[in-house]
């Protein structure tokens, strides 16, 4: 894997940290509450929440957009690319448009996440050697169904819906950290022969 890949895995493990600065930021805003708000929402405060709160959005968005490219560039992984993809655009609209644009989640796209773990699971399984990453991966694609399902048909507590929904966002978000992870750990040891390698000529 070249240099530049390898880079691009490092950054992608960064995605947690963003999204954990949005889960937890809402906690220093005055007058709006983590438990019954949306994680968006935060894009109706106060100039410095509200900037900080899309910019990590972006960020996000741009971070798995590349990590969809090493995944095609290393594998041709079509799939993984197409949906990882997607998904990392409907973040960086997600920065661009606030809550009440349609654009905001690209008219309902973000729906593709609940499929972008186990298409990775799959497609990339020779570019990852960890059985439990692999159940890791079935096991959020299973809660992201049960998610959709909850919120679809009001079986989530509506004055709990800023708690579920970081609760969602923290797991969706740190499978992307391990999965890149996963990723780096393996190709990291496949470049080191050819450096030793290197070195001794």
């Known amino acids: 894997m070249s240099k530049n890949n390898l880079l691009a895995l490092k950054q992608a493990m960064l995605i947690p940290v963003f999204a954990?600065?949005?889960i937890f930021i809402g906690l220093f805003v005055s007058g709006y509450s983590v438990t019954s708000q949306r994680i968006s929402e935060l894009a109706l405060e106060a100039e410095f929440f509200a900037y900080s709160h899309r910019l990590a959005d972006i960020l996000i968005g741009l971070s798995m957009c590349l990590f969809a490219f090493v995944c095609f560039s290393t594998a041709k992984a079509k799939f993984t690319f197409v949906t990882m993809f997607s998904f990392g655009m409907t973040w960086i609209?997600?920065?661009i448009f606030i809550l009440h644009s349609p654009l905001h989640d690209i008219y309902g796209l973000t729906n593709i996440l609940i499929v972008v773990?186990?298409?990775f699971a799959l497609?990339?399984?020779d570019f990852y050697t960890s059985k439990k990453f692999q159940d890791f991966s079935i096991l959020?694609?299973?809660v992201h169904l049960v998610f959709f399902w909850f919120f679809n048909y009001g079986f989530m507590p509506v004055e709990y819906k800023g708690i579920t929904q970081r609760v969602w966002v923290a797991i969706?978000?740190?499978w992307y950290g391990v999965a890149a992870?996963?990723?780096y750990i393996v190709a990291n040891?496949?470049?080191q022969p050819t450096l030793n390698s290197a070195r001794l000529l």
């Open 20 to 22: 954990f600065y949005n």
């Open 93 to 95: 609209f997600a920065g």
């Open 117 to 119: 773990p186990v298409v």
């Open 123 to 125: 497609e990339m399984r």
């Open 140 to 142: 959020v694609t299973l």
């Open 172 to 174: 969706t978000l740190v």
């Open 181 to 183: 992870y996963q990723m």
């Open 189 to 191: 040891k496949q470049r």
